[in-house]
């Protein structure tokens, strides 16, 4: 049996759409298990560039099964935009695309409740996607929301909707004086279900029948273990787990079925939204990193904060995702870069820390303590052999190996699939 989870390491980002569309060549199933479409997942092939938020990576592969689990927050109209846009780009989505019964869905007062909570908190915002991802598990929390299966049900769902509309309408007015516009808001989504019907399925079952018959199965985590809504840097979090346990949650999958997590690392960090970011770099360097990572939002476009890479995250991540083989990307960004700080470790007001401080503003204030490393100052782009890497970038390498105490099982050196090394005889190569 082979099931393996990919997270993100940091704050989201990472890469994981390109290592998830790399790795996909090697399994049969790709699955998604949390989030929304707040996520953007990159991948390029052939030429051609998709940004995927909802739909596993591994639907760009003809061959391969794509799940979106039941830990996924749908909007259905959003799904539906996707799947069009794959059948344009000549993607056949059909019998390929499983949909959980049980996954929440997202309604537009959500997107509008997401937004007013934003603008009320001022200075002290988020900074979320604004898709109504908050929301939307507020709803599933709080045991009102409604479900993909209640989309296949005209007459229930009209019944339910009306009762959560009416509960949204009156806090609304209460809290925002603002007033929800609903009409045709029923037909409009039954609609949806009506398209999107032929995908829906009891995907736990379907998992645990692909496992039985011996299918690989990869699951491909959203946003990152520093905005996991339990042990993130809440409240500058998003609000479901995306570290390894949201894999078994989401998609109704054992623990003791999961054979391996691998997590993915940029080599440096980035973050979108507010929140702490002890390594974060001053506008000048951020300016230069954010240019040659071209660190733009994948859907919203907006400018990633860009700082070194900090360690202390990172051994963070393996603890809470036990992560057995770090993917490092975008090592070709630092191509240009003399020389490379590392964060080992963060000081509190003169004294180190032991441990990822609970509270945000504690993390603000730590002092980030670094290793220099020396640049390699020569191409590493689209390099596929680790022995081709310069040595300066193999130390770099190296030094978060052995800091972290995890193996290095992939590097990127592009964002196209084939920029990527898998150097030989790790666990991950294993799983190939
Ligand atoms: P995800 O959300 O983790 O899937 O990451 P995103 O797709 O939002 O952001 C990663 C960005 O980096 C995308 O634009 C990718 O095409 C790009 N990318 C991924 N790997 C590499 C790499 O090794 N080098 C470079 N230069 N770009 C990369
Ligand atoms: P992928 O899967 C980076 C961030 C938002 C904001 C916070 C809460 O592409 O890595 P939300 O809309 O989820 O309520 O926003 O989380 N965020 C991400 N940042 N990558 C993502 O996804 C993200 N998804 C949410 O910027 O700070
Ligand atoms: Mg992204």
């Given at each position: 049996?082979?099931?393996?989870?990919?997270?993100?390491?940091?704050?989201?980002?990472?890469?994981?759409?390109?290592?998830?569309?790399?790795?996909?060549?090697?399994?049969?199933?790709?699955?998604?298990?949390?989030?929304?479409?707040?996520?953007?997942?990159?991948?390029?092939?052939?030429?051609?560039?998709?940004?995927?938020?909802?739909?596993?990576?591994?639907?760009?592969?003809?061959?391969?099964?794509?799940?979106?689990?039941?830990?996924?927050?749908?909007?259905?109209?959003?799904?539906?935009?996707?799947?069009?846009?794959?059948?344009?780009?000549?993607?056949?989505?059909?019998?390929?695309?499983?949909?959980?019964?049980?996954?929440?869905?997202?309604?537009?007062?959500?997107?509008?409740?997401?937004?007013?909570?934003?603008?009320?908190?001022?200075?002290?915002?988020?900074g979320t996607t604004s898709r109504g991802i908050g929301p939307a598990y507020e709803d599933?929390?709080?045991?009102?929301?409604?479900?993909?299966?209640?989309?296949?049900?005209?007459?229930?769902?009209?019944?339910?909707?009306?009762?959560?509309?009416?509960?949204?309408?009156?806090?609304?007015?209460?809290?925002?004086?603002?007033?929800?516009?609903?009409?045709?808001?029923?037909?409009?989504?039954?609609?949806?279900?009506?398209?999107?019907?032929?995908?829906?399925?009891?995907?736990?079952?379907?998992?645990?029948?692909?496992?039985?018959?011996?299918?690989?199965?990869?699951?491909?985590?959203?946003?990152?273990?520093?905005?996991?809504?339990?042990?993130?840097?809440?409240?500058?979090?998003?609000?479901?787990?995306?570290?390894v346990g949201g894999a078994c949650t989401g998609l109704g999958?054992?623990?003791?079925?999961?054979?391996?997590?691998?997590?993915?690392?940029?080599?440096?960090?980035?973050?979108?939204?507010?929140?702490?970011?002890?390594?974060?770099?001053?506008?000048?360097?951020?300016?230069?990193?954010?240019?040659?990572?071209?660190?733009?939002?994948?859907?919203?476009?907006?400018?990633?904060?860009?700082?070194?890479?900090?360690?202390?995250?990172?051994?963070?991540?393996?603890?809470?995702?036990?992560?057995?083989?770090?993917?490092?990307?975008?090592?070709?960004?630092?191509?240009?870069?003399?020389?490379?700080?590392?964060?080992?470790?963060?000081?509190?007001?003169?004294?180190?820390?032991?441990?990822?401080?609970?509270?945000?503003?504690?993390?603000?204030?730590?002092?980030?303590?670094?290793?220099?490393?020396?640049?390699?100052?020569?191409?590493?782009?689209?390099?596929?052999?680790?022995?081709?890497?310069?040595?300066?970038?193999?130390?770099?390498?190296?030094?978060?190996?052995?800091?972290?105490?995890?193996?290095?099982?992939?590097?990127?050196?592009?964002?196209?699939?084939?920029?990527?090394?898998?150097?030989?005889?790790?666990?991950?190569?294993?799983?190939?």
């Amino acid at each position: 049996m082979t099931a393996i989870v990919v997270v993100g390491a940091q704050w989201g980002d990472e890469g994981k759409g390109k290592v998830v569309d790399y790795l996909a060549g090697s399994f049969d199933y790709v699955a998604r298990c949390q989030g929304g479409h707040n996520a953007g997942h990159t991948v390029i092939f052939n030429g051609r560039r998709f940004v995927l938020q909802l739909t596993p990576c591994g639907i760009l592969r003809p061959d391969k099964q794509a799940v979106i689990g039941a830990g996924v927050v749908v909007d259905p109209a959003a799904l539906v935009a996707e799947l069009e846009q794959l059948t344009q780009a000549g993607i056949d989505v059909d019998g390929r695309l499983h949909l959980s019964n049980r996954a929440h869905l997202i309604f537009p007062y959500h997107r509008l409740l997401d937004k007013l909570a934003e603008a009320a908190l001022g200075e002290a915002k988020i900074g979320t996607t604004s898709r109504g991802i908050g929301p939307a598990y507020e709803d599933k929390m709080a045991r009102r929301g409604l479900r993909v299966c209640d989309l296949l049900d005209p007459e229930s769902f009209r019944t339910k909707l009306a009762r959560v509309v009416k509960e949204k309408s009156a806090f609304c007015e209460a809290a925002f004086r603002e007033r929800l516009d609903t009409a045709g808001l029923a037909e409009q989504y039954l609609a949806l279900g009506e398209r999107l019907r032929g995908f829906v399925t009891d995907t736990s079952a379907l998992l645990d029948r692909a496992l039985r018959e011996g299918r690989r199965v990869l699951f491909e985590g959203a946003q990152g273990t520093m905005l996991d809504i339990d042990h993130g840097t809440y409240p500058y979090v998003t609000s479901s787990n995306a570290t390894v346990g949201g894999a078994c949650t989401g998609l109704g999958i054992a623990p003791t079925r999961i054979t391996g997590v691998i997590g993915v690392t940029k080599a440096y960090t980035t973050r979108v939204g507010s929140g702490p970011f002890p390594t974060e770099m001053p506008d000048l360097e951020a300016r230069q990193v954010r240019d040659r990572g071209n660190e733009y939002g994948a859907v919203t476009g907006r400018p990633r904060r860009c700082g070194w890479l900090d360690l202390v995250i990172l051994r963070y991540a393996v603890m809470i995702n036990g992560i057995d083989s770090l993917v490092v990307t975008k090592l070709d960004v630092f191509d240009t870069q003399p020389e490379i700080q590392v964060c080992v470790g963060y000081s509190y007001r003169g004294t180190p820390l032991e441990e990822m401080p609970a509270e945000a503003e504690k993390l603000a204030q730590v002092q980030p303590r670094y290793r220099t490393l020396r640049g390699w100052q020569a191409a590493t782009s689209g390099i596929r052999e680790l022995h081709r890497l310069p040595q300066a970038a193999r130390d770099y390498l190296n030094f978060i190996s052995d800091e972290l105490g995890v193996e290095i099982g992939m590097i990127s050196t592009g964002p196209e699939r084939e920029a990527t090394i898998v150097p030989e005889g790790t666990r991950l190569a294993s799983w190939l």
